[in-house]
């Protein structure tokens, strides 16, 4: 019989144990080990079934033993200790604080998802898994940070295999007073809620849960309430779930809802109102409007608003394929813009900023990622490859300029070492290398024995083997309700086997079914006698994809053939707690996407910070730290002549390097049974390579080379009542207006006729600046090789200067520019000349997208 209504009961803790409470509403708990042992202790097995999430933890211990525990003075006593630890951390100055910057006072993080921890489960792959990490690490490093999410009653949803291989999908509903989350309360302790204003005179309401991740605040807002209507009580229903106009109304809570519900926070809890908005991917694009409603109330203009909001706002793009970018039909999103929700807004102001370059305004889709890099003076990729993918697919948006000087810069994702390294790995540090710093220890140090790793290593990987004979016992008993697990499943796996992992999403381009190119080939790698090996794989398609479905299908199929069964396996239900298992427990990490389509791919670096080495294509976050001692790189066959052949010559060539060189060297052992040369390579990847896949280290660079310039550039902006604001409106306007009459008239050079290194090239430009003055332009050579076509490759720029009467030819004539060049390099030399704005304010000769080139 099924409960109509479920909640959560929470446990009673004695007065002698109130730490507990206190530690177990604090999700620093899910990285900080120490903590974690505290809970454990109470009762090993059943930490171990709780998913080791205290707050359900606490709720099934039997208050017996924690009346026991209470009465333990040392326990009691221990408990304190960590109360005292976490209180230090959430107060003591860190590294941000040692910086002595005014700004940024507060960041904004806008994501739509988030993964924390699997005992709060919304995120559904990397972009999540990255937000979660992204908040872990600003927490370290005392970094001011809010994030703003939504709170999905069932998350993203739970997988199961049916007999057949088909993936099956379970929505089972959270119920958030069963997890570490508070609602934020008004000054009165009534809940707050922030409303949106939907077309027909409805309304659509959210309450605030709050999350304490270490110092950082999480506000997640939450439509299933009773104020709303039934239907719009289901808005944050699920993630990624629904039509068009329910993604829609999700992404409009995210960036209207989430900057309302940043201010009431703000305000209640006396925090500095954010100079920074951070949008972690274009979900979140709309939190853009919003700020914009915000100053034109104040009695700014558009085009002025618009100033200081992209003068603080960073959007940072995951996606290296057109297809994966959030498109609503114009017509839709049209109807939702209304004055009621962003009031002062035109919304023929705000749909503008979606239009994708080239398309008719009147009939094309509304584009987030353009939106979002609309809206932001400030954006990155998440590699360098993809800040280069990315420079040449949003490219259109800076017309006239080359990829290498669109305003997208990139900062290599990293992940968080404490939550992602395993317990066995940072106990040997302890032990051995005297610290619980894994990311940055002395890994080489001979204090540490290749035996003494090795070992620990191999519990790693039986640890692995056990809970996945665990979860497919389970997976079989769903299957076969009544029937008994079959023997052969209590034999899968070998801790004593090179083992291979892959988990990931399952879009089409990652790939999954790669490794199925030639089932011979593999099977007789898998077989091999003498070096075996052995792949577990992981991973999730989305609901809606039954292409991904389909690949999931055929590697459950392929590995159930009782030949195989035992040598490679699929486990269902892939989350945080099956991954925190399966990256230590293998000894190499597979990954083998399309090139140039995966953004970073940080599973490859959390399988590097517990000892494993990469066996990749080269894409995403290895092409830049791909070498010898970290793994081995698949050859990509990009000149292929279609995807049917790419996919069998880098098939064959993924089966080379496995059987040929990486079963060897994981087999090659010396009289103690150790891998040698295997051991010294993990163990340079875990000195050399770990301490730069660190999300500490990525942190680091968004303060430094995003979040305060973004803040210094904000306060001059709306200095002086917004005075730069409004200057750059004005002159932005003038300079558009003008542009049609700028061109380059004619180009003079000498100083070439028979060129040689050293030479001075002497270049007159005449220009028509059609009434904008010298000042409001920058007229320069850009120069550089050039082999063959029309480019000018390595290109750099050298400024012309005007002439004394350059000012009066503005209006009467065109100007003169001269300057020169020395020729310092032998080889093919190309050069033109071009007019760019120019104004104190750009931060970026492209940011206009506007320029005059000689032709």
Not at 431 to 457: C, I, M, N, Q, Y
Not at 559 to 586: K, N, T
Request: with cysteine; hydrophobic share 40%; net charge negative.
């Amino acid at each position: 019989m099924k409960p109509i209504r479920k909640f959560t009961v929470r446990a009673v803790v004695p007065g002698s144990l109130s730490a507990l409470d206190e530690l177990a509403a604090n999700l620093r708990w899910s990285w900080h080990e120490p903590t974690r042992r505290l809970f454990e202790h109470i009762d090993p097995e059943l930490w171990r079934s709780s998913q080791r999430d205290p707050v359900a933890f606490l709720g099934e211990v039997d208050p017996a033993r924690l009346s026991e525990l209470a009465a333990d003075g040392g326990y009691v006593e221990w408990a304190e200790r960590e109360r005292a630890s976490l209180r230090e951390y959430l107060s003591e100055p860190r590294w941000f604080q040692s910086l002595g910057a005014e700004t940024p006072r507060t960041i904004a993080y806008f994501s739509p998802e988030f993964g924390i921890t699997a005992a709060l489960p919304q995120y559904s792959g990397g972009l999540g898994i990255l937000a979660g990490d992204h908040l872990k690490a600003a927490s370290d490093l005392g970094v001011p940070i809010v994030g703003v999410g939504l709170f999905y009653k069932a998350g993203y949803f739970s997988q199961s295999i049916s007999p057949d291989g088909w993936q099956q999908e379970r929505y089972p509903v959270l119920d958030p007073d069963g997890l570490p989350l508070s609602v934020l309360r008004g000054a009165d302790g009534t809940p707050v809620q922030v409303t949106l204003a939907l077309p027909g005179d409805a309304s659509l309401h959210a309450r605030v849960w709050k999350a304490s991740v270490g110092r950082i605040t999480l506000l997640m807002l939450d439509t299933d309430i009773p104020a709303n209507a039934d239907e719009l009580r289901s808005v944050t229903d699920r993630l990624y779930g629904g039509g068009g106009e329910h993604r829609l109304l999700q992404e409009l809570l995210l960036g209207i809802g989430g900057v309302r519900a940043v201010r009431a926070f703000t305000e209640l809890s006396g925090t500095p109102a954010p100079d920074v908005f951070h949008m972690n991917e274009g979900h979140a694009g709309f939190l853009g409007l919003e700020r914009i409603a915000t100053y034109i109330g104040e009695g700014l203009t558009f085009a002025e608003s618009l100033q200081l909001v992209r003068a603080g706002t960073v959007f940072t793009t995951h996606t290296p394929v057109p297809a994966g970018i959030d498109r609503f039909d114009r017509a839709l999103v049209e109807r939702y813009l209304s004055s009621s929700l962003l009031p002062g807004v035109d919304p023929a102001d705000a749909l503008a900023l979606g239009v994708e370059p080239g398309a008719d305004p009147a009939t094309s889709a509304f584009n987030m990622a353009v939106m979002g890099l609309r809206l932001a003076q400030h954006a990155n990729g998440v590699s360098k490859l993809h800040g280069q993918v990315s420079r040449r697919m949003f490219g259109d948006l800076w017309p006239g300029f080359d990829a290498d000087e669109v305003p997208i810069t990139s900062i290599t994702n990293g992940v968080h070492a404490p939550t992602w390294t395993d317990p066995a790995l940072l106990g040997i540090a302890e032990e051995t290398l005297g610290t619980g710093d894994t990311e940055h220890a002395d890994w080489r140090s001979p204090a540490l024995s290749d035996g003494e790793f090795w070992g620990v290593k191999r519990r790693m990987r039986l640890q692995l083997v056990e809970d996945a004979r665990r979860r497919l016992a389970a997976s079989w008993a769903e299957q076969h309700p009544g029937s008994a697990v079959p023997q052969w499943i209590s034999q899968v796996l070998d801790p004593d086997t090179l083992t291979v992992g892959f988990a990931r999403r399952v879009p089409t381009y990652k790939r999954l079914t790669l490794m199925l190119q030639d089932p011979e080939r593999l099977t007789a790698i898998l077989t091999n006698p003498e070096r075996p090996v052995q792949l577990v794989i992981a991973g999730k398609s989305h609901p809606a994809d039954d292409e991904g479905k389909r690949l999931i299908q055929q590697l459950v199929q392929f590995a159930q053939q009782s030949e195989l069964r035992e040598r490679i396996v699929f486990l269902p239900d892939y989350d945080m707690g099956m991954a925190e298992i399966l990256y230590p427990g293998c000894d190499v990490w597979l990954n083998n996407p399309l090139r140039p389509l995966e953004a970073c791919g940080t599973s490859g670096m959390k399988a590097a910070m517990n000892g494993a080495l990469n066996l990749s294509i080269l894409d995403g976050w290895w092409a830049e730290y791909a070498g010898d001692d970290y793994g081995w790189v698949i050859p990509s066959a990009d000149s292929a002549g279609d995807a049917g052949e790419r996919d069998a010559l880098e098939a064959a060539a993924l089966y080379d390097v496995l059987e040929h060189r990486v079963a060897p060297r994981y087999y090659e052992r010396d009289g103690d049974g150790v891998p040698a040369e295997w051991v010294r390579r993990v163990r340079q990847t875990l000195a050399t390579l770990v301490p730069e896949l660190g999300a500490d280290r990525m942190v680091r660079e968004y303060v430094e080379r995003l979040y305060r310039p973004a803040a210094e550039h904000a306060s001059r902006v709306i200095a002086d009542g917004a005075r730069g604001a409004r200057e750059l409106a004005a002159w932005s306007a003038k300079v558009r207006a003008a542009w049609p009459g700028v061109h380059v008239v004619h180009v003079e050079s000498g100083g070439v006729e028979a060129p040689h290194v050293g030479d001075e090239l002497h270049l007159r430009a005449h220009v028509e600046l059609d009434g904008l003055a010298p000042d409001d332009v920058t007229v320069e050579v850009v120069y550089g090789r050039s082999r063959s076509g029309d480019v000018i490759d390595a290109a750099r720029q050298a400024a012309l200067h005007p002439t004394t009467d350059a000012g009066a030819g503005a209006s009467t004539g065109p100007a003169l520019y001269t300057g020169t060049v020395v020729l310092d390099r032998a080889g093919a030399f190309g050069y033109t000349v071009r007019v760019v704005p120019r104004h104190p304010l750009l931060l970026s000769t492209a940011e206009l997208g506007l320029v005059a080139t000689a032709g």
